[in-house]
């Protein structure tokens, strides 16, 4: 039986190109539904709706009318309930297929030197022990964020940044949103990230910056007030303990563009003493000394001659 005999008596339709893009499309958001889900208490919750689903299913084929009752009443109810539930990850999933270098909201911070900025302020508050939590907008827009805070509107520099996060500022806690070149707000408030994962093991600051990456495209620093070490955030997943050069590298790579590598530090090498023994050279003769000789030896055979 060939497989066109075979889908012709089970019934089931033609498998032409519509029905395998629309195959892969169903994948596609069923695979990044579980990819948002996946580590939050969302899944618990689809967990939940599947054994409802299944005791739905008991109550229908053992003939349970009061149960199966109950749960259709409840059913119609459900989409609603879960909108309310899942608001923010919905709302991560549709900025996650819109995210494309074709929408655009603004200045991009592509340029070395900027970077460079950035991660010699890092290095600086690192050194202090300062509280820092520095957000870099890439395509999504932060408006709603930038809103929420002190309006700056200033050039990227690294005294800025400095003065902004000084201890005891009104501007020092809260983070610094970062528009291309230029400082657009500062004391921002961010939505906190909920994976069970990291809430008992990671602070607000930190916290913070993987809650904003988890909704947008952004790339999140931070700089721990208690250890002084700097961290990276980016797309819900955070990397601990980094260099202030891994930083600037990862700035570049993430706004696509080649990463510059710092000059390398000269390293102080150790005087090394070497002795040497050679062996003693008499000093040269003089040339009195030598035509001497020479004439010694041009007379020795004539003397042994005489003898003979």
Known sequence: MGLDKLVEYLGLPQLDWKAVVDILAVAFLIYQFFLIIRGRRAAHVIAGIVVLLGIYAVAVAAGLPLLRTLLESVAPYTVFALIVMFQSDIRRLLARIGRRSWI???DRLDRPELAQEISLALAQLSRRRYGALIVLENEV????????GVPI?????????LTIFQPGTALHDGAVIIQGSRIAAAACFLPLSMNPRIMSTLGTRH???IGITEETDCLALVVSEETGRISIAAHGEIQLDVTPEEVQQRILQHFGKPARRWPA????????????SLPEVPPPESPNESLQSVQSLSRTPERQSDNQ
Not at 141 to 148: A, M, N, P, Q, Y
Not at 153 to 161: H, I, K, M, V, Y
Not at 265 to 276: I, N
Request: no cysteine; net charge positive; hydrophobic share 40%.
């Open 104 to 106: 655009s909201s603004g």
């Open 141 to 148: 827009g932060l408006r709603t964020f930038i809103e929420s």
């Open 153 to 161: 509107d200033g050039l990227l520099t690294r005294d800025l940044l």
């Open 207 to 209: 916290r913070a910056a």
């Open 265 to 276: 530090q000269p390293r102080a090498v150790p005087p090394v003493s070497v002795s040497l």
